[in-house]
């Protein structure tokens, strides 16, 4: 394999991990815009759907696409609940309150997966059963195409969902200003179940199609939702388009740092750009000049 080559499977390697990034982030990035709240599960979810796609597939041997789907269901349906028992309730809690519960419930859910599937890492086959396809020198997998389809699908169905329905826009409103919101008659508080629901439906999709690619095991959250974060960061915490670009943006670096440099130095990339974007352009690259200011819902 040529250098060059070398580079294009770097590069499509990138692309394959950003798409994973690239929709934790936009998670974070929901919940966020209706809440103002760090959703420190957010990992969990993508975890979940890894976890809950093997028993599906693997264990019950339903169809692919039955499995893909109820996937999706019982994940968002995890996420409803949990909104309605641990965030729904607390009415006037500081968001650090807030947070801390949601950092509470990855432990929750990293202890109930592990109960439930053990600490064994588990794998998913490709999604099509197709020989590897050859690209100016470079090997790609056909998951790799799944990943990129499915990922492109997914957040074009979220920008359609925010900018052009009733209910997108409702949510996009309680982002800006939760009090207007609530005067024009929208329900903040449906819309912040909502963006829950959305947040982990989005992770469950993660989850899915990245485990026939790399293991999923239990506590695969965390690493995930320190990496999505880095990336909401760096493209502007509440910009949707910046969470996406930022994702991949991170995905490359990561996997040119590691063919490059050392694998051992690939989890520590993202935690070098949040650190650096921190420093030079808090407000990320997309991201607004002024001050995000602490939401109450």
């Given at each position: 394999m040529t250098f060059a080559s070398q580079l294009i499977q770097y590069l499509f390697t990138g692309l394959t991990l950003g798409s994973i990034y690239a929709l934790v982030a936009l998670g974070f990035t929901m919940i966020y815009n209706a809440t103002g709240i760090i959703n420190l599960a957010q990992g969990e979810f993508v975890m979940l759907g890894g976890l809950v796609m093997v028993f599906f597939t693997a264990v019950l041997k339903m169809p692919l696409y039955l499995g893909f789907l109820l996937t999706i269901l019982v994940v968002t349906l995890l996420g409803v609940i949990f909104e309605r028992l641990a965030i729904h309730p607390l009415k006037e809690a500081s968001l650090i309150t807030l947070i801390m519960i949601t950092l509470a419930g990855s432990i929750l859910f990293r202890g109930g997966a592990m109960f439930l599937w053990g600490k064994d890492p588990y794998s998913l086959p490709p999604f099509t059963q197709s020989p590897p396809v050859q690209f100016l020198g470079a090997t790609l997998q056909a998951q790799v195409?799944?990943?990129?389809?499915?990922?492109?699908?997914?957040?074009?169905?979220?920008?359609?969902?925010?900018?052009?329905?009733?209910?997108?826009?409702a949510i996009t409103a309680c982002s800006f200003n939760p009090l207007a919101a609530r005067l024009m008659g929208i329900n903040v508080r449906k819309m912040v179940l909502l963006s829950f629901a959305l947040s982990a439906a989005v992770g469950a999709i993660a989850g899915t199609i990245i485990t026939p690619v790399t293991l999923m095991e239990y506590d695969r959250g965390p690493l995930l939702a320190l990496k999505g974060f880095a990336a909401a960061v760096l493209g502007g915490l509440g910009s949707g388009l910046g969470s996406v670009l930022a994702g991949f943006i991170i995905g490359i670096l990561e996997s040119f740092g590691a063919g490059l440099i050392s694998s051992g130095y690939k989890d520590a990339i993202a935690l070098l750009v949040l650190l650096v974007i921190l420093w030079l352009k808090p407000s990320g690259i997309l991201g607004s000049k002024e001050e995000a200011g602490l939401k109450k819902f």
């Amino acid at each position: 394999m040529t250098f060059a080559s070398q580079l294009i499977q770097y590069l499509f390697t990138g692309l394959t991990l950003g798409s994973i990034y690239a929709l934790v982030a936009l998670g974070f990035t929901m919940i966020y815009n209706a809440t103002g709240i760090i959703n420190l599960a957010q990992g969990e979810f993508v975890m979940l759907g890894g976890l809950v796609m093997v028993f599906f597939t693997a264990v019950l041997k339903m169809p692919l696409y039955l499995g893909f789907l109820l996937t999706i269901l019982v994940v968002t349906l995890l996420g409803v609940i949990f909104e309605r028992l641990a965030i729904h309730p607390l009415k006037e809690a500081s968001l650090i309150t807030l947070i801390m519960i949601t950092l509470a419930g990855s432990i929750l859910f990293r202890g109930g997966a592990m109960f439930l599937w053990g600490k064994d890492p588990y794998s998913l086959p490709p999604f099509t059963q197709s020989p590897p396809v050859q690209f100016l020198g470079a090997t790609l997998q056909a998951q790799v195409f799944w990943v990129l389809g499915i990922t492109v699908l997914a957040v074009a169905g979220v920008h359609v969902f925010f900018s052009r329905t009733l209910i997108g826009k409702a949510i996009t409103a309680c982002s800006f200003n939760p009090l207007a919101a609530r005067l024009m008659g929208i329900n903040v508080r449906k819309m912040v179940l909502l963006s829950f629901a959305l947040s982990a439906a989005v992770g469950a999709i993660a989850g899915t199609i990245i485990t026939p690619v790399t293991l999923m095991e239990y506590d695969r959250g965390p690493l995930l939702a320190l990496k999505g974060f880095a990336a909401a960061v760096l493209g502007g915490l509440g910009s949707g388009l910046g969470s996406v670009l930022a994702g991949f943006i991170i995905g490359i670096l990561e996997s040119f740092g590691a063919g490059l440099i050392s694998s051992g130095y690939k989890d520590a990339i993202a935690l070098l750009v949040l650190l650096v974007i921190l420093w030079l352009k808090p407000s990320g690259i997309l991201g607004s000049k002024e001050e995000a200011g602490l939401k109450k819902f």
